[in-house]
């Protein structure tokens, strides 16, 4: 931005351009860089890369009774479930064995829900995260905990003995259900501002501080969780901060501005 400045700066058309007042920031931007961070205190593994590497965990193999919360983290449950989501995308026959397994436990009734009843599966496939969108980490974890009946009874079954190793145990399981959440706020935000057919930039300053402090009540209901929260809130509000510094938001704000409301 400085550069820019400097250029336009000595343009014939003595354009005046301030780099940091004339800096509105990308919201989507801002919010990526938030959870990014996140994900890289959640799992060393690499899961923006393409490639069909499976993740070995480290830490010890806990049973579903004695893992620890901490033993549970160790091993990685980003990676275990991609790892999941991969060897049951492995091939058309998987895919299909596995869309079987959905189609007849909802026949037979296979699937309990949480009261004890049979419940029915959405016939869907597994999500893979992709590059280009660091909420896709939020769909396939969300996607991958909503079909885990029908997963687990695929990597029960005899037919697929190689693939038993890739099963979770329920505190990982626990410790998806806590990323899951903590992505979920971002998610929202980003989402109900991408929703907007005119997206105004006055949104973006209330939008920003309901993720902070959801963030906040978030690690108030589950202080286990604050360690990660927090890198989270450290990196927005840095960003917040630079908000301040832009005048541009301050006039969007105004109800009475023109960049309050779409023409």
Not at 82 to 111: E, M, P, T
Not at 118 to 123: I, K, S, T
Request: hydrophobic share 40%; glycine share 4%.
């Amino acid at each position: 931005m400085v550069g820019l400045s400097d250029e336009l700066a000595n343009d014939e058309r003595h354009i005046e351009f301030h780099p940091t007042d004339n800096r509105i920031m990308c919201f989507p931007h801002v919010v990526n860089i938030c959870v990014t961070h996140i994900l890289k205190e959640f799992t060393k593994a690499d899961l923006m890369n393409d490639t069909d590497e499976v993740f070995e965990p480290s830490g010890r193999f806990g049973d579903n009774m004695n893992q620890s919360f901490e033993e549970a983290c160790a091993r990685d449950p980003i990676a275990l479930a991609r790892n999941i989501v991969r060897v049951l995308r492995a091939s058309g026959q998987r895919r299909d064995a596995f869309r079987d397994i959905i189609i007849d436990g909802n026949k037979k009734g296979w699937f309990a829900g949480k009261s004890g009843r049979a419940r029915q599966l959405p016939v869907r496939e597994l999500l893979r995260d992709v590059p280009t969108r660091w909420d896709s980490v939020y769909y396939m974890i969300s996607r991958l905990r909503e079909l885990r009946p029908a997963i687990d009874i695929f990597l029960g079954s005899p037919i697929y003995q190689d693939l038993a190793k890739y099963k979770m145990t329920a505190q990982e399981w626990r410790v998806l259900r806590d990323i899951e959440m903590v992505l979920s706020i971002p998610h929202r935000v980003q989402t109900r501002m991408s929703s907007e057919s005119n997206p105004v930039l006055s949104n973006a300053i209330p939008l920003f501080e309901t993720m902070m402090t959801n963030w906040e009540r978030l690690c108030e209901k589950a202080p286990h969780l604050k360690r990660w929260i927090d890198v989270g809130l450290l990196w927005a509000k840095k960003y917040y901060k630079r908000m301040d510094l832009t005048r541009a938001y301050v006039i969007a704000m105004c109800p009475y501005s023109p960049l309050h409301c779409p023409s």
